[in-house]
C-alpha cells in the first residue's frame, strides 16, 4: 500500500498550491483520509481531514477558510487546495489514510494514531 503525494513546490505568500495524493495497493474509498504537516524544528499537526464520502470536512484552525480537503474515490485521490498561502504554512505536507479502524468522532479525526499509512511527504516552502 502506498500514498504518494505530489504539487509542493515554493511559492509566495498569497499564492496557491494544489496537493494531491495518490493512493495504490488498496481502495480507501471506505476509509477517513487526512492531511497533516511538519514544520521544521515543530511536531507533525493536524492540517484537515474528510469523511470516507467527503460529506464532511475538518480542519485546523490555523488554515481554516484558507485550505479546502476533497477527495476522488473513483481516482482513490485526495487534494488539498491551499490558497492564501503563508510563510508560516511553510512544512512537509503528508498524506494519511484510515485503514478501516473506526473513526467517528470528530476528535478523532485530528488524531493521528487514528491513520494507519502515511505518505512520504511533500514539501511546501512559502516565501514572504
Known amino acids: 500500500v502506498q500514498l504518494q503525494a505530489s504539487g509542493g513546490g515554493l511559492v509566495q505568500a498569497g499564492g496557491s498550491l494544489r496537493l494531491s495524493c495518490a493512493a495504490s495497493?488498496?481502495?480507501?474509498?471506505?476509509?477517513?483520509m487526512g492531511w497533516f504537516r511538519q514544520a521544521p524544528g515543530k511536531e507533525r499537526e493536524f492540517a484537515a481531514a474528510?469523511?470516507?464520502?467527503?460529506?464532511?470536512?475538518y480542519y485546523a484552525d490555523s488554515v481554516k477558510g484558507r485550505f479546502t480537503i476533497s477527495r476522488d474515490n473513483a481516482k482513490n485521490m485526495v487534494y488539498l487546495q491551499m490558497n492564501s498561502l503563508k510563510p508560516e504554512d511553510t512544512a512537509v505536507y503528508y498524506c494519511?489514510?484510515?485503514?478501516?479502524?473506526?473513526?467517528?468522532?470528530?476528535?478523532?479525526?485530528?488524531?493521528?494514531?487514528?491513520?494507519?499509512?502515511w505518505g512520504q511527504g511533500t514539501e511546501v516552502t512559502v516565501s514572504s
Open positions: 495497493g488498496r481502495t480507501f474509498i471506505r476509509n477517513a
Open positions: 474528510i469523511t470516507w464520502n467527503g460529506a464532511i470536512t
Open positions: 494519511a489514510a484510515n485503514g478501516g479502524g473506526s473513526v467517528y468522532y470528530p476528535r478523532e479525526y485530528y488524531d493521528p494514531r487514528k491513520y494507519d499509512y
